[in-house]
């Protein structure tokens, strides 16, 4: 066979070598997309939501649910003490003041049935002149317990913004079974919860009144 025949076989045309040109490069862009694939399918999202809360720490009626309030995020500073969070708890803006025997108090309002089951569970403190208010939207009879919540707890049981009923003192409850605070035989349209101690400081009893005002 003349040598320029043999050359000539073994030498790649332009077709073939535009081919296997055409062929690396669609070999390449499979597997750059194989490895996007793999990356993606590798990459790790963000961590599971917090495990629901037990059943609130104050009104064992209402339905369990974490919050997503944003400041419930980081500790708020207070004149009295820093408040934390030693676990999934809220610390919910400051939206209303009750005026109680002439003295100020700032009020978180637990408005939603979130809100109100998740309650001050959690919460390392609570400041003197700061409490956490329980709106109903309608009176009903009540009981209020202190699962979960670390520090106690004066409950002020309201009609009409009177008081109806004091529960002084309550107690932490580390744990079920948990007592139940609140009237058998009132109907009650607010709960207001206090530092523990506080009713007795200010002389509050059964039948004075406490003025809810809902800031702008």
């Excluded at 037990?54 to 995020?73: E, L």
């Excluded at 707890?153 to 744990?175: H, S, T, W």
Aim: glycine share 6%; with cysteine.
């Amino acid at each position: 066979m003349p040598l320029f025949h043999r050359d000539s076989a073994l030498r790649p045309t332009a077709s073939s070598v535009a081919l296997s040109k055409v062929t690396h490069i669609l070999w390449r862009a499979t597997l750059g997309i194989t490895l996007g694939v793999i990356l993606v399918s590798c990459s790790i999202p963000d961590g599971p939501s917090p495990d629901a809360p037990s059943p609130n720490a104050s009104s064992p009626n209402a339905p369990t649910s974490p919050t997503d309030d944003p400041s419930a995020a980081s500790p708020t500073d207070t004149m009295d003490s820093p408040i934390t969070l030693n676990g999934p708890g809220q610390l919910l803006p400051i939206t209303a003041i009750a005026e109680i025997k002439g003295e100020r108090f700032d009020l978180e309002v637990a408005q939603t049935p979130d809100q109100q089951a998740l309650g001050l569970m959690f919460r390392s403190a609570l400041p003197d002149n700061r409490g956490m208010l329980f709106p109903f939207s309608s009176p009903r009879r009540t009981r209020f317990w202190m699962k979960d919540v670390p520090v106690p707890l004066d409950m002020v049981f309201l009609r009409n913004e009177k008081v109806v009923a004091i529960a002084p003192e309550a107690p932490p409850c580390p744990a079920e079974p948990c007592p139940t605070y609140g009237p058998d035989d009132q109907l009650v349209d607010q709960v207001l919860e206090l530092r523990s101690g506080r009713a007795a400081e200010l002389g509050l009893e059964t039948g004075d009144m406490v003025t809810v005002t809902v800031l702008p």
